[in-house]
C-alpha cells in the first residue's frame, strides 16, 4: 500500500524517519529546519546537475556551458557580458569561467568583443549559432525538467520558484561579500 504524501521530503520513508530522529540528537532541535535545508537543497542540486548533464548530452554542451549561453540568451540583445557577471551567474570562479567561454569560443558559439562602453574592457557575446544553440538547448532542458517535476503543479512551481530565488538571493549576498 502507497504511503500518502505529506509534503515532506522523505515522510513516508521509515530510514529517513530514524535519520531525522538521529539528526536532532546531533545537531539540536534548533538546527534541523536549517540542516534540511542545506540537506535538501544540496541533494536537488546535485540531482538537478546530473538530470541537466544528461540532457545537455544530446546538444553537446556541459552544464557550465549551457549556463553561460542562457545567461547571455536571457541577457538579450546583443547578447553580451562582461566575463566577471558571466562568474557570476554561474558561480564559478573566473578562471573556470574562462575555461568555459574559451570551449564555447572554440565552437564558435560566443566571441570576445571590445566592450563599447568602455574600450579598455573585453566582454562576451553570443554568435548567431550560439544563440540558436542556446534556445534549441534551453526548450529541451525546459520541456526534460517540466516532465521530471510533472506532479508538481503550476501553483507549486510558482511557489517553489519564489523560495528558491530567496534562498539564493540570501546566499548569493553572503558569496559575494566573501
Not at 530522529?21 to 536537488?44: C, I, K, P, Q, Y
Amino acid at each position: 500500500m502507497a504511503e500518502e504524501h505529506t509534503g515532506n521530503p522523505g515522510a513516508g520513508d521509515h530510514s529517513w524517519s530514524t535519520a531525522r530522529d538521529s539528526l536532532t540528537l546531533l545537531v539540536g532541535e534548533r538546527n534541523r529546519a536549517t540542516f534540511e535545508v542545506l540537506l535538501w537543497t544540496f541533494r536537488t542540486g546535485r540531482q538537478l546537475e546530473a538530470l541537466l548533464s544528461d540532457t545537455l548530452l544530446e546538444e553537446g554542451l556541459d552544464t557550465s556551458e549551457f549556463t553561460v549561453l542562457c545567461a547571455l540568451l536571457v541577457q538579450g540583445p546583443p547578447h553580451r557580458l562582461a566575463a566577471g557577471d558571466i562568474a557570476d551567474r554561474l558561480v564559478q570562479t573566473t578562471g573556470g569561467t574562462t575555461k568555459t567561454v574559451r570551449r564555447l569560443e572554440v565552437r564558435g558559439l560566443v566571441q570576445r568583443v571590445d566592450d563599447p562602453d568602455d574600450k579598455r574592457r573585453v566582454v562576451i557575446e553570443m554568435t548567431k549559432a550560439g544563440a540558436e544553440l542556446a534556445r534549441s538547448s534551453l526548450e529541451l532542458a525546459l520541456d526534460t525538467f517540466d516532465l521530471d517535476i510533472g506532479e508538481l503543479d503550476v501553483a507549486e512551481r510558482t511557489e517553489l520558484g519564489a523560495r528558491i530565488a530567496r534562498l539564493s538571493e540570501e546566499l548569493g549576498e553572503r558569496v559575494r561579500r566573501r
